[in-house]
């Protein structure tokens, strides 16, 4: 599986945008890159998932490079609910199989 | 999207107790289930992957007879914690994979806070 970095932690304000950069460089042929996100005392919830150039979805766009050695999560005009934890994953067949989880970017989000 | 529920949401119990989760997939079958701890400000980790109708299969330094795991059917999974002692205190989590064809995505459920007192 491979790993992936991210940032421990971000801050923002409302109304901003936010892009989050994940780093997978031994990524995997088959694998996709989906991200996740968590509020406290609550399971992961899916954001958006892609394999490659940019997906865009109602929550988020995933912006993935050529070579995929990276992949940039982008919440446009966040908000005080944006406030949580940001996960990136990759996985074989979609992220559905095994899902192991770094550890995360805590994006807070003020006012 | 597809919804996992799992059950109960918290539960306290005493020290030398058995306690069980229970993960459902309320609109798909899921042969295919996995189970993670979450410790306070850590990131989720993988306890093992249960499978229907055979045995689950363990991440590396997890007890299985500690955590029992069963999956009687393609919408239920269940995580039994034997013998629970405070250190065992921690938010479980379920996900259950979904199978369309070739789009496979997991899905999870809400989270169970586990006290041991």
Redesign the interface.
């Known amino acids: 599986l491979a790993k992936t970095t991210q940032p421990i932690s971000m801050d923002s304000y409302e109304g901003q945008e936010v892009n989050i950069t994940c780093s997978h460089n031994n990524i995997a042929t088959n694998d996709y890159i989906t991200w996740?996100q968590q509020f406290p005392?609550?399971?992961?919830?899916?954001i958006i998932q892609g394999y490659k150039t940019k997906v865009t979805n109602e929550v988020a766009s995933l912006f993935i490079p050529a070579d995929r050695k990276s992949s940039t999560l982008s919440l446009p005009r966040v908000s005080l609910s944006d406030t949580a934890v940001y996960?990136c994953l990759v996985g074989e067949?979609?992220?559905?199989?095994?899902?192991?989880?770094?550890?995360?970017t805590q994006l807070k989000v003020e006012l | 999207g597809a919804v996992v529920s799992q059950h109960p949401s918290w539960v306290i119990c005493k020290s030398g107790t058995s306690v069980k989760i229970e993960c459902r997939s309320l609109d798909f079958q899921a042969t295919t289930m996995f189970w993670y701890r979450q410790f306070p400000k850590q990131s989720l980790m993988l306890m093992a992957t249960s499978n229907e109708g055979s045995k689950a299969t363990y991440e590396q330094g997890v007890e299985k007879d500690k955590f029992l795991i069963n999956h009687a059917s393609l919408t239920l999974s269940t995580l039994t914690v034997t013998s629970a002692h405070p250190e065992d205190s921690s938010f479980y989590i379920c996900s259950a994979r979904r199978d369309q064809g070739a789009n496979i995505e997991a899905f999870f459920g809400q989270g169970t806070r586990l006290t041991v007192v």
């Open positions: 996740y005392s609550q399971g992961p919830r899916f996960y067949t979609g992220g559905g199989n095994k899902l192991t989880f770094g550890t995360g």
